[in-house]
């Protein structure tokens, strides 16, 4: 007998989490399907958190440097939470929705002077 894997949207994946589904666990959102996350180690965590305020500390205001923080990619139905990523300055827009891939900087376009 097949298993189909239920595959979930962007949209779906907030409804749970509004509705309080999925509170207590450290889920994400990875190509429609929500995959349960390991804990972060002491060196994970130590080195991303040094490589964050380092960007920040180089980028100054030319970007947001986003550490832990979700990241929307509608057309593939996912929303990791990457270590780090730096993202167009968008202030309070972000109350409204997580940095889509058009907000996305790469590290190079970001330390480009503007």
């Known amino acids: 007998m097949a298993m189909t894997i239920a595959k979930w949207t962007v949209t779906e994946y907030h409804q749970m989490i509004t509705a309080g589904i ?3 666990r450290y889920v994400e959102l990875l190509n ?3 995959v349960e996350m390991l804990p972060e ?3 994970h965590a130590y080195t991303s958190d040094e490589a ?3 960007l920040i500390y180089l980028l100054g205001e030319r970007a947001k440097v986003r ?3 979700p990241i929307t990619l509608p057309e593939i139905n996912s929303e990791p939470e990457p270590d780090i990523a730096i993202v167009q300055r968008l202030g309070r827009d972000y109350r409204e929705h997580h940095p ?3 907000n996305i900087r790469t590290y190079a376009k ?3 002077v503007v």
Request: glycine share 24%; net charge negative; no cysteine.
């Open 110 to 112: 970001a330390l480009t």
């Open 52 to 54: 964050g305020e380092y």
């Open 41 to 43: 180690g002491e060196f």
């Open 100 to 102: 889509y891939p058009e």
């Open 32 to 34: 429609g399907e929500i």
């Open 22 to 24: 999925l509170v207590g």
């Open 67 to 69: 550490q832990g923080k």
